[in-house]
């Protein structure tokens, strides 16, 4: 599936398989109000129950009410963009940010990609696939999981 799917695609069933979202929430952080909605109704599908804000400023009070398994960001956005986001997430001490995604639509300014290279978290280029973002998003939950274990284990 590309991002050109029509949204009666979503009126389907999703089955539940090991790639399945279900039982999962995630904040979407963009300013693409058409993308925010494909991407809810996808990820709804999938079973997994979304919020949206249409920039980082807007996401931050969502964050401080609500626990999320990912953030998928935009980098660039009005308002608060995604590297300003995760600064202040940082600041805040903010112990998810092991859980945000970067998507981006533009080639990657210096400040950008030093800023990425500075970071492990995932970014997906747009255009990007359904199936990649849901993998994307599976790995990363994944790997907070067994992160979250080894922590608990070690404790």
């Known amino acids: 599936m590309s991002l050109n799917t029509h949204e009666s695609d979503f009126n389907k069933k999703a089955p539940v398989s090991m790639a399945s979202l279900q039982g999962t929430r ?3 952080v963009d300013d693409d109000l058409l993308l925010l909605n494909l991407l809810s109704k ?4 999938e079973g997994c129950s979304t919020d949206t804000a ?9 964050i401080d009410r609500v626990a999320y398994d990912f953030i998928l960001c935009d ?4 308002g608060m963009d995604g590297i300003a986001f995760y600064r ?3 600041e ?5 940010l092991g859980k945000i995604i970067f998507i981006t ?3 990657a300014s210096h400040e950008t990609e030093e800023f990425l290279s500075s970071l492990d978290n995932p970014l997906v280029n747009k255009p990007f ?14 790997n907070s999981f067994d992160h979250k274990q080894d922590l608990e284990e070690n404790l």
Not at 75 to 78: G, I, V, Y
Not at 135 to 142: D, F, N, Q, V, W
């Open 88 to 90: 202040e997430l940082k």
């Open 105 to 107: 639509g533009y080639p």
């Open 42 to 45: 996808f990820l709804a599908a």
């Open 129 to 142: 696939s359904l199936e990649e973002l849901r993998e994307t998003i599976r790995l990363l939950i994944a």
């Open 75 to 78: 980098l660039t956005m009005p």
């Open 92 to 96: 805040r001490r903010f112990a998810g």
């Open 54 to 62: 249409l920039n980082g400023r807007l996401a931050l009070s969502k």
């Open 26 to 28: 995630g904040l979407l």
